[in-house]
């Protein structure tokens, strides 16, 4: 999902709740500087998309990993049984990303990507469209409805596979 649409909140809570292993992408780059540059313009590090694989390659073939990041399209297929894209309102976003200093281009790209479902449309070209589903992240209720929906999958393919 978009930043600010509640990726890290929800991924660790359900980590915690699941019993699960938790992977900030955006901290694991910080803490390797897996990194191939930075944008001036959006004034960020450039993501180096191939050591971030190779970095997380052994605790992926492991399993049991929720993987919190904006983008999905460079990692391989087979990581994944399920993926969730978060989804907020622009009125909620547009509020969280300016407390926490986007402004201008950066502000209005992140705004754009969300009303152009850019990062839905790359998770459903990534995989197969049935294990990508959208959830509403909006309020704290949305927050307690997608952790409660999320973990009823887990316990189901948990299952279904053991």
Same mark, same amino acid.
């Given at each position: 999902?978009?930043?600010?649409? $509640?990726?890290?909140? %929800?991924?660790?809570? +359900?980590? !915690? =709740?699941?019993?699960? #292993?938790?992977? @900030?992408?955006?901290?694991?780059?910080?803490? $390797? /500087?897996?990194?191939? $540059?930075?944008?001036?313009?959006?004034?960020?590090?450039? %993501?180096?998309?191939?050591?971030?694989?190779?970095? +997380?390659?052994?605790?992926? !073939?492991?399993?049991?990993?929720?993987?919190?990041?904006?983008?999905?399209?460079?990692?391989?297929?087979?990581?994944?049984?399920?993926?969730?894209? %978060? =989804?907020?309102? @622009? !009125?909620?976003?547009?509020? =969280?990303?300016? #407390? =926490?200093?986007?402004?201008?281009?950066?502000?209005?790209? *992140?705004?754009?990507? /969300?009303?152009?479902?850019?990062?839905?449309?790359?998770?459903? +070209? !990534?995989?197969?469209? /049935?294990?990508?589903?959208? +959830?509403? #992240?909006?309020?704290?209720?949305?927050?307690?409805? *997608?952790?409660?929906?999320?973990?009823?999958?887990?316990?189901?393919?948990?299952?279904? *596979? @053991?």
């Amino acid at each position: 999902g978009t930043p600010g649409v $509640g990726k890290t909140t %929800l991924g660790k809570e +359900l980590a !915690s =709740r699941a019993g699960l #292993s938790y992977v @900030n992408v955006g901290d694991l780059a910080k803490e $390797g /500087e897996l990194y191939e $540059g930075f944008d001036e313009e959006y004034d960020c590090p450039i %993501l180096d998309e191939d050591r971030v694989v190779d970095e +997380l390659e052994d605790r992926m !073939s492991e399993g049991g990993v929720i993987v919190d990041y904006h983008g999905c399209d460079f990692f391989p297929e087979r990581w994944f049984h399920i993926v969730f894209v %978060l =989804r907020t309102e @622009n !009125s909620f976003l547009y509020d =969280r990303l300016e #407390s =926490r200093g986007y402004t201008g281009k950066k502000l209005q790209d *992140n705004i754009q990507c /969300e009303i152009f479902q850019t990062l839905y449309e790359e998770a459903v +070209l !990534s995989y197969k469209k /049935e294990i990508v589903h959208q +959830l509403p #992240s909006n309020t704290p209720e949305d927050l307690e409805r *997608n952790l409660d929906q999320i973990m009823q999958w887990i316990e189901q393919w948990m299952k279904d *596979n @053991n």
